[in-house]
């Protein structure tokens, strides 16, 4: 499928945007055929039930994907940041926007700054960020905070690959994919990926709620699989509710 992709130049300068991780660069997979689909300035070649979704998905300036909870907080990886494989509290994310409504036609809506990172790790089990920003979109996504989706749950993903306008990988199935070396503890999904959807929130399709975070994909031969950290397995629920949040 050829796309054409939106010239982010035309409303951020150029020093806004580091080079991609090389982390993320290595994290492309696309697990059979590529069902990746740009989503349009008015979001209607999508289904209707995930439009707040859309709305709640932002491009920051490292070239990851973030997602809003509400009350400005937002998810994204913590190899997007300075993560520690021990978790972290309360860091400096100076320099650091996110481009909220970027789709393809339309420029963003709002621009965010982000204020602090309220907690992040990054180990052999875990990646995730949890950080503030300010002005954030009114849109956001409920995140589950305890107990993880069943095996076979039907989730999506909306994320910025390499930059570009808002893309929706579609649907897929949370399985097992052990057989790809991938850490028992992860969530293992087939939504299409590419670099730059590091971050981006995995959604249950039915309930509409953050229940992982997209870190990477691993590759076996023409076939593969990507993986995420489970909401459960993170110090965000207790962040949180420290917060006053839940």
């Known amino acids: 499928m050829k796309v054409t992709f939106l010239v982010l130049a035309v409303f951020v300068s150029f020093s806004a945007f580091a080079q991609i991780n090389q ?61 520690a494989k021990v978790a972290k509290y ?57 107990g993880r989706p069943a095996l076979g749950t039907r989730v999506t993903i909306f994320s910025h690959p390499f930059k570009s306008p808002l893309t929706w990988s579609g649907t897929c199935d949370i399985g097992r994919a052990l057989t790809y070396g991938l850490n028992v503890n992860a969530i293992h999904h087939s939504c299409d990926t590419n670099p730059g959807s590091s971050g981006a929130a995995i959604v249950d399709a039915v309930s509409l709620e953050v229940v ?26 207790a962040v949180l509710r420290r917060l006053g949040f839940l």
């Not at 992040?120 to 300010?134: I, M």
């Not at 870190?215 to 965000?236: E, F, P, R």
Request: aromatic share 8%; glycine share 10%; charged share 15%.
């Open 23 to 83: 982390q993320i660069v290595m994290n492309r997979i696309i697990v059979g055929s590529n069902a990746m689909k740009l989503v349009d300035a008015n979001m209607l070649n999508i289904p209707f039930k995930y439009r707040q979704i859309a709305e709640s998905v932002g491009l920051m300036s490292m070239g990851c994907t973030g997602t809003h909870i509400g009350n400005g907080l937002v998810v994204s990886a913590g190899h997007c940041f300075d993560a």
């Open 90 to 146: 309360r860091t400096s994310c100076d320099g650091i926007q996110v481009f909220w409504n970027v789709r393809d036609g339309r420029q963003p809506s709002a621009v965010s700054n982000c204020r602090q990172v309220l907690v992040l790790e990054l180990n052999n089990q875990k990646d995730y960020a949890l950080f503030r920003v300010d002005n954030p979109p009114r849109a956001s996504v409920k995140i589950r905070t305890q």
């Open 212 to 237: 992982g975070i997209h870190d990477g994909g691993v590759q076996k031969g023409l076939s593969g699989a990507n993986y995420g950290t489970y909401i459960d397995w993170t110090y965000i629920p």
